[in-house]
T-cell receptor, first 115, second 112 residues
């Protein structure tokens, strides 16, 4: 158990809908990262937050947004969903801001299926 | 930019066989290197890491040595078990570049 929790574990929804994925980082970790794992794109970095502020953006679509709250949990919002958004979404956390050289601890993921 | 090239899978081995999964990288800056493992139906778990040249990361019988001269971080295990069946990801991170860059993953299946 990495200490990172994600809810829900599975999510099934229809095209055009909006969903929210939730992540709680490890105790003491200030950075939260979101990754998307799909069959055709592999593991792709979406976005990072550090202590409530957006720190870095990767291949995140404009239909997607995220935020980190004062208690450090984070939410990833996906809207106007398309079939191609079906994927496994991982949250990871680490202690520091500039921390890609440090260990990132991953949650179990949320599997999103868009029908 | 950063990139990771990983041995194409799937890889199927018999129990107690020797395992090597190749990983090479390109990085701007001085990277830290990681191997993550994803067991069926689970998230990614850190298997081992190395943060500087010639460092050897090891865990659960797996080893990988950071080779700067060949820009490689190959994963090895002397005797694999059925429980090692999983997908293995090589990844790198560089200071100031917040994301981890992952390889495509190698699916390993161990047959009893």
């Amino acid at each position: 158990d990495s200490g990172v929790t994600q809810t829900p574990k599975h999510l099934i929804t229809a095209t055009g809908q909006r969903v929210t994925l939730r992540c709680s980082p490890r105790s003491g970790d200030l950075s939260v990262y979101w990754y998307q794992q799909s069959l055709d794109q592999g593991l792709q970095f979406l976005i990072q937050y550090y202590n409530g502020e957006e720190r870095a953006k990767g291949n995140i679509l404009e239909r997607f947004s995220a935020q980190q709250f004062p208690d450090l949990h984070s939410e990833l919002n996906l809207s106007s969903l398309e079939l191609g958004d079906s994927a496994l979404y991982f949250c990871a956390s680490s202690v520091r801001q500039f921390s890609s050289t440090d260990t990132q601890y991953f949650g179990p993921g949320t599997r999103l299926t868009v029908l | 930019g950063n990139s990771v090239t990983q041995m194409e899978g799937p890889v199927t081995l018999s129990e107690e066989a020797f395992l090597t999964i190749n990983c090479t990288y390109t990085a701007t800056g001085y990277p830290s290197l990681f191997w993550y493992v994803q067991y069926p139906g689970e998230g990614l778990q850190l298997l081992l890491k190395a943060t500087k040249a010639d460092d050897k990361g090891s865990n659960k019988g797996f080893e990988a040595t950071y080779r700067k001269e060949t820009t490689s971080f190959h994963l090895e295990k002397g005797s694999v078990q059925v429980s090692d069946s999983a997908v293995y990801f090589c990844a790198l991170g560089t200071f100031g570049n917040e994301k981890l860059t992952f390889g495509t993953g190698t699916r390993l299946t161990i047959i009893p």
